[in-house]
């Protein structure tokens, strides 16, 4: 795995911020969101990019569980507290534009729900995150899904803008209604 695409986004996300082009917006923090998986997650941080276009919206979700942490769940504090130190190795990715820090304290999964400038940028970020966080997480538990065309505030808004019959069980995908929640 190659540290060169995060050390140009570190390096990008510096001019980011000092140009003021990153905010942590409220607005979703707080907000749980299901899944057709049957699992929940909770919002704990927003990351938006501004100043910026999007022409070619891209959803991007991405889920993990950290090996290490296992259930303590001050292990789980202490990570969603210092992963704000994180921002360097996604927010200067091409294409970046908002993230939603989000996590299931009942499984131990993270997730992250994106919007992307173009489909082939988010996956390209999406594969090279995932080789680093394969090396971090339970064996088999990161994975990403991307959907072309899909912005994250339509996504949330209207989760059958999506279709989840492509994954069997739904991990990426929101529930259609709340009947599904656990």
């Not at 921002?87 to 970046?96: D, H, K, R, S, V």
């Amino acid at each position: 795995m190659s540290v060169r695409p995060f050390a140009r986004s570190a390096a990008t996300t510096m001019v980011l911020l000092a140009r003021h082009q990153l905010r942590l917006p409220k607005e979703h923090a707080g907000r749980e969101l299901w899944f057709a998986d049957r699992t929940t997650s909770r919002v704990y941080r927003e990351t938006t990019r501004v100043g910026v276009s999007t022409t070619s919206p891209a959803l991007l979700v991405v889920r993990f569980r950290l090996r290490v942490i296992g259930d303590s769940r001050w292990l789980h504090a202490l990570f969603r507290a210092e992963s704000i130190l994180n921002t360097p190795l996604f927010a200067g990715f091409p294409g970046f534009r908002s993230k939603l820090w989000a996590t299931d304290l009942r499984t131990g999964f993270y997730r992250g729900v994106y919007e992307w400038d173009g489909a082939e940028l988010a996956t390209s970020y999406a594969t090279t995150l995932c080789g680093l966080l394969r090396l971090l997480s339970v064996p088999g538990s990161v994975s990403f899904h991307v959907v072309p065309g899909v912005r994250r505030d339509e996504f949330l808004r209207d989760p059958g803008v999506v279709a989840a019959d492509s994954e069997p069980d739904g991990w990426w995908a929101l529930a259609l209604d709340s009947a599904v929640a656990p």
